[in-house]
């Protein structure tokens, strides 16, 4: 199914008529985070069984699993908030942007000293978040030194350890969901987290403006670099191929919150779709899975047009729906001002 018709697909169920603010934030919930935190859990779930059935870096079938359970995370990615913010769990789950390059340094002495600190869950859940999650993962299984590295016993281990480590994150953020913070955002109000339905409705904004600006700065604007010195090997995922698939995907599930919160605008809402269509289908026209065009102008102004649109979506966004929420212009999502 093509991306764009999953995205028209995933607004069908809403009604037409504007919603009450707990009437959003109870679809938001039911059928936005807690569906997706359960496919996180359930996908990392997989992957760890399939690395305990084979652990070579090159089975399909690991590798199968590894991307169902990264585009699970993509997904949710934006929901950064609350139990995903917890004991740095997000981190925990997508150590990205590494700018000093510590997820290789940091596997690779793993590796080189066999440290035994990855023969338990609870000590391996102690090292350095750059040696945990789907990036370190990403390393183990794709780039050509660190899936090499020996002894491959030792690596077996390491590949096993972080993926059950993956799915324990996942399901901790699951659980914290379903028994507390569920709760609390859906009776906002009655409550210190969130003192009112409006305060919630923020909190879901925010999320959504980071997910975006995450995308625009971040997934594109990294390996674009600059004109003079693009840098494509910076993209995000670039080793799996990953690299605009997670900019579709973000966008896809970023789509579905704007057209959820917006229910209660349904003229803010009809053109927050229209603008987050625009910068999907810009997504999908643009054929180069990890920004390798950057470096020449023609392929640079193609990813250029699909970071303005993302930040049109923004800016529909921020212009509209974000005073309609009671939330100021100058509102920074990334500076949580």
Do not use: K
Not at 118 to 140: D, K, M, N, P, Q
């Amino acid at each position: 199914m093509r991306l764009a018709v999953l995205c028209l697909a995933l607004f069908l169920p809403l009604a037409s008529a504007a919603q009450p603010a707990s009437d959003v934030i109870d679809d938001i919930l039911d059928n936005h985070i807690l569906p997706g935190f359960e496919a996180l859990a359930a996908e990392t779930g997989d992957l760890a069984a399939a690395a305990e059935r084979d652990c070579d870096p090159s089975s399909d079938a690991l590798r199968a699993a590894y991307g169902d359970a990264f585009d699970a995370w993509i997904r949710v990615s934006h929901l950064r908030f609350g139990p995903a913010e917890t004991d740095n769990r997000s981190f925990v789950l997508a150590f990205w942007p590494d700018t000093r390059g510590a997820t290789p340094r940091s596997l690779s002495d793993l590796v080189r000293v066999q440290d035994p600190v990855i023969e338990t869950a609870e000590s391996y859940a102690t090292v350095s978040v750059a040696a945990r999650g789907f990036y370190a993962l990403e390393f183990l299984l794709y780039d050509p030194e660190i899936r090499t590295l020996e002894p491959a016993a030792y690596r077996c281990a390491l590949i096993r350890a972080a993926s059950a480590d993956a799915h324990a994150t996942a399901g901790a953020i699951l659980t914290d969901w379903q028994e507390t913070h569920e709760g609390l955002i859906r009776n906002a109000g009655g409550n210190d987290t969130y003192q009112s339905r409006e305060e919630a409705l923020r909190t879901l904004f925010g999320a959504l403006a980071e997910g975006l600006e995450f995308t625009a700065d971040l997934r594109l604007g990294r390996p674009m670099g600059t004109f003079e010195r693009p840098r494509p090997r910076q993209a995000e995922a670039w080793r799996s191929g990953r690299s605009l698939r997670h900019v579709q995907m973000s966008l896809i599930s970023q789509a579905d919150l704007a057209h959820r919160l917006a229910a209660s605008r349904p003229e803010i809402r009809d053109r927050l779709d229209r603008a987050f269509q625009r910068a999907i289908t810009r997504a999908e026209a643009l054929d180069d899975p990890v920004f390798a065009g950057v470096e020449t102008p023609a392929g640079r102004l193609r990813v250029e047009v699909l970071q303005q649109a993302v930040r049109d979506a923004n800016g529909v966004l921020r212009s509209e729906l974000g005073p309609a929420l009671g939330i100021a212009a100058g509102f920074n999502a990334l500076d949580g001002d």
